[in-house]
Nanobody
Framework: VQLQASGGGLVQPGGSLRLSCAAS????????MGWYRQTPGKERSLVAV???????HYADSVKGRFTISLDIFKNTVHLQMNSLKPDDTAVYYC???????????????WGQGTQVTVSS
């Protein structure tokens, strides 16, 4: 299983970015996908997660600004980030909880990080 993230970059405060992450390989069941972020010296923290049924959860700091969506048929998660602030600057990591084979429990898989920099 591989997770391929894309869409990071440099944006001015108040701007927008859209991150995408596609899971590929052997996937029998996808339970949820989400985004985490990490800055130097700090632990990785949850930004947003979406389940296969469409339930979502957001960190308080991004509620009302970020929107997570899931294309279950393409095993792809998107994170639309609006009204970006300098505090949103971080490396963003894609995560998927999935079972590669029927009868097995879910495991967590991580994509490579993508840098998001919010600066004027």
């Amino acid at each position: 299983v591989q997770l391929q993230a894309s869409g990071g970059g440099l944006v001015q405060p108040g701007g927008s970015l859209r991150l995408s992450c596609a899971a590929s390989g052997r996937i029998d069941r996808l339970d949820d996908m989400g985004w985490y972020r990490q800055t130097p010296g700090k632990e990785r923290s949850l930004v947003a997660v979406i389940t296969d049924t469409g339930s979502t959860h957001y960190a308080d700091s991004v509620k009302g600004r970020f929107t997570i969506s899931l294309d279950i048929f393409k095993n792809t998660v998107h994170l639309q980030m609006n009204s970006l602030k300098p505090d949103d600057t971080a490396v963003y990591y894609c995560n998927a909880a999935l079972a590669p084979y029927a009868g097995l429990g879910s495991k967590n898989y991580w994509g490579q990080g993508t840098q998001v920099t919010v600066s004027s």
